[in-house]
């Protein structure tokens, strides 16, 4: 899904990651437009420098987040209660503005039979997070992600973030947050099941 230019080699002379003449042409016009000169001694490896951070804050294009929930355990010893992962931060980008999204996830199911490492709901955010993203697309993404691999009883996904480019520009609100969230199979349709899940995420 990567662009790749026609003389793209994968490393520069440095060992650091190529980046195409045209790409860095690129950040210089927005420099200059955005008022300042991109030849001048602080700005010079700026635009090499964006291109690369880019590269990595988009890194989820390379995967498929879906990968991590691939190794299951059936072995669960009888545990047949929620499975949480409260606060997890993360950062990612707005695909309106390219400005960083900010924000922590709790990831919850209820498994049905077979768990995974608690580290690879964190891996499948960090998958989603990595692309150019919206806040509400970014929760449902992750909370089917969950469904489709593990086929719990339920999955809740509840994001709380702050969007640079309304703290930062625009309105102006630093500290204001955004919160969304996904709830499938029992976390919807059960009331019970779903104000439980909530209050163990400490809402
Ligand atoms: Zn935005």
Known sequence: ???????????????????????????????????DDPEREGLVETPARFARAWREYCQGYEEDPGVHLSRTFEEVGGYDEIVLLRDIPFQSQCEHHMAPIVGKASIAYLPKNRV?????????????????QVQERLTAEVAQCIWDHLQPLGVAVVIEAQHGCMTGRGVRTPGVAMVTSRTLGCFLDDPISRKEVISLMGR
């Not at 995974?116 to 150019?132: D, E, F, T």
């Open 1 to 35: 899904m990567n662009y790749i230019a026609p003389d793209a080699r994968l490393f520069d002379k440095d060992g650091k990651l190529f980046v195409p003449e045209e790409v860095l042409d690129a950040v210089r016009k927005i420099i200059r437009w955005a008022g």
């Open 116 to 132: 995974v490492g608690i580290s690879k709901l964190a891996r499948v955010l960090q998958g989603y997070a990595s692309r150019l």
